[in-house]
């Protein structure tokens, strides 16, 4: 998928498959002999709709749901019995079953909250199982196993639609609902979805609120499910609860991945061969089932990332292998210098903790510590492993809440914050073991980013408005010199996962400055760098504080903590032992004594690198 997204958003294959799309469809029923064929297209288009709407939801949010079959019953059901008991037309009816349809999808996207895998595949399939049989229980309502029949044909401005008509109609309804998929997955939001489902401390941590966006996953897909079921009941012009069982939502769910998960066409190349398929079988007698299932065991088996995944996988193997190089960072950008600017008086408090303490069970990893972190500076916290470094930036950054204590961002008190909204207020962070989004792009890594800096809303993504585009390029613009920045622009194309070690540490200090951190935590950033990518290292980190950024920096590398920090932190078994600046703390003995044992002295806290190393 990849590298259909590198063409996104100027160079776009899309609107030409989309042109051909409408071109099929506008010339199909004058191919057709007999009126049965329009009907099984007609069926395939709303199946179409139906696995497209359910590719956000496992595609892009990475949920599996087998209860899909739930929302297509219920928007079949609502439009049958607004026609046939209120009287309603057909867009009203259309209209509110989407909506109802939507609001199952809220309900539905609830329990992941709390869970997620396989417990939420089986919350779906309960249900899926609840909806059919309140289908036939409610017997008053949805006619029970009888169902509800006579709902009248498709009427507009008060003439009934002919077959053909109504096939156009379904036809346009596919290709509105397939641009909106597309424009949902290039765009900020489908980014942020990947984004939560690839890494979702990652995410939180540059200002995605995961809930919403999973929530955001599960009402799209449903509302795509509440219209397929309303041109369903209309096609059929009768429903009753046999058409939706769990057979039919796992099926819904194969036409997805058949097809491959997460591209733009490959649902409804799915939904054509699950849909045409079983006509084909017919000839077969007995044998249906069996071809049916073999021949989806061998195309999976041949073909794992779905049919359209594993075609653009072979084609990017196809494509020849580029050498990339990196660059020293950090290189000067404008746009950077515009990206970072800020006016925060020096020498105010960014960051106060007072009494912070954590216990996990009763282990106290953080203990008691008050600690002023003054804008502008560097401040190095230190200590053996498992003192409660990580632990003490997980609490600032809301990932852990303290038993006790409290935190103050730039005057704030942030305690019991989420992540994503500390992130929001200016604190960005990197991690101990390296978080990236493997599965998307360096470029995409940095852009997203940028999320929360985006103003234009859902509708004008949908819509494409104006200011997507120019909001679009602006922060493809500034994704880019941020790469430029580090030294890794080379890379832009490619996969996150395959970066070297040390890039991939350059890769998540741009994805956190796209934030325009106030604060930024870096967890022992020099892990795993060569010497020349250190010494980069500490030139940024000293620019960064050059450009009034706090930077609170956990590190095991003495030589270069002590050579570029303002205050050092020491802690041990969770309490401070020491807090002052490079010279008070290198001459403190309790700090030897931790740190180094009883053999260390202020001579080794100035050796070199890789003889301190091994000793701490
Ligand atoms: P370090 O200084 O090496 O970064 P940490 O902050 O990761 O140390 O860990 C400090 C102590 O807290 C360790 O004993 C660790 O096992 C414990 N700890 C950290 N996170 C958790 C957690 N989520 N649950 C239980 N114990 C934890
Ligand atoms: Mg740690």
């Not at 020849?320 to 660059?327: D, G, I, M, W």
């Not at 912070?356 to 069970?361: R, W």
């Amino acid at each position: 998928m990849s590298s259909f997204l590198k063409y996104f958003p100027l160079k776009s294959y899309f609107p030409w498959l989309t042109l051909a799309l409408g071109i099929g469809i506008a010339t199909l029923p004058l191919a057709l002999e007999n009126a049965y064929l329009l009907r099984v297209w007609m069926l395939l288009l709303i199946y179409a709709l139906l696995a497209l709407g359910l590719n956000l939801l496992v595609g892009l949010a990475g949920l599996v749901s087998l209860g899909q079959a739930g929302l297509f019953a219920i928007g079949a059901y609502c439009v049958s019995i607004l026609a046939t008991k209120a009287g309603f037309g057909f867009f009203p009816g259309f209209v509110l079953s989407m909506l109802l349809a939507g609001g199952f999808g809220v309900m539905l996207a609830y329990p992941t909250v709390r869970v997620r895998g396989v417990y939420l595949a089986v919350i779906t399939i309960a249900f899926g199982i609840i909806v059919e049989n309140i289908a036939i229980e409610w017997s008053s309502v949805t006619g029970g196993t009888m169902g509800i029949s006579n709902i009248p044909k498709v009427s507009l401005i008060g003439t009934q639609l002919s077959d053909v008509q109504f096939f156009y109609l379904i036809g346009a309804i596919f290709l509105v609902g397939f641009v909106l998929h597309y424009n949902l997955i290039h765009s900020r939001f489908g980014r942020a979805m990947r984004a939560v489902t690839q890494s979702e401390i990652a995410a939180r941590s540059i200002g995605i609120n995961p809930i919403f966006m999973r929530t955001l996953a599960f009402v799209v897909s449903a509302v795509y499910a509440g219209a397929a079921g309303a041109l369903y009941a209309y096609l059929n012009n009768y429903v009753n609860p046999d058409t939706f069982r769990f057979a039919d939502s796992v099926r819904y769910l194969l036409m997805v991945i058949l097809g491959g998960s997460g591209t733009v066409i490959g649902p409804v190349i799915g939904a054509a061969i699950l849909t045409y398929l079983p006509e084909v079988f017919q000839a077969l007698g007995v044998w249906q089932q069996f071809a049916y299932g073999a021949l989806l065991a061998f195309v999976m088996f041949v073909m794992p990332l779905g049919i359209v995944g594993t075609v653009v996988h072979w084609y990017g193997l196809l494509q020849p292998k580029r050498a990339h190089s990196s660059q020293p960072w950090p290189a000067p950008q404008a746009e950077v210098d515009d990206l970072l600017e800020h006016r925060i008086e020096r020498d105010s408090i960014c960051l106060r903790t007072s009494s912070l303490t954590i216990a996990f069970g009763g282990l106290i990893a953080n203990n008691q510590i008050s600690e002023d972190v003054r804008t502008g500076t560097v401040h190095a916290v230190i200590g053996p492993n498992g003192a409660g470094k990580s632990t003490f930036l997980n609490c600032i950054s809301g990932f852990y809440q303290p038993t006790s204590g409290k935190v103050e961002l730039l005057g704030q008190l942030t305690v019991g914050m989420p992540t994503h909204a500390l992130a929001r207020l200016g604190l960005a962070r990197t991690f101990q073991n390296t978080e990236l989004f493997g599965q998307m792009t360096v470029l995409e890594n940095v852009l997203v980013g940028f999320h929360t800096s985006y103003k234009g809303g859902m509708l004008a993504t949908l819509l494409r408005l104006p200011i997507f585009f120019n909001e679009e390029r602006h922060f493809r613009n500034l994704a880019e010199a941020l790469l430029r920045y580090v030294g890794l622009s080379d890379y832009a194309d490619e996969q996150a996962r395959n970066l070297p070690f040390g890039h991939q540490r350059r890769l998540e200090i741009a994805r956190a400055l796209a934030l325009s951190p106030k604060l930024l935590l870096l967890d022992e950033p020099a892990a795993g760098l060569t010497h020349g990518e250190i010494e980069d290292l500490k030139s940024l980190i000293r620019e960064l504080a050059s450009r009034h950024i706090t930077v609170i920096l956990v590190e095991h590398h003495v030589e270069m903590v002590m050579a570029i920090s303002d205050r050092v932190m020491v802690l041990d078994y969770g309490e401070v032992i020491a807090s002052g600046s490079v010279q008070e703390v290198q001459d403190d003995p309790k700090v030897i004594e931790a740190y180094f044992g009883s053999a260390g002295t202020r001579e080794i806290l100035a050796t070199p690198v890789a003889t301190v190393n091994r000793l701490a």
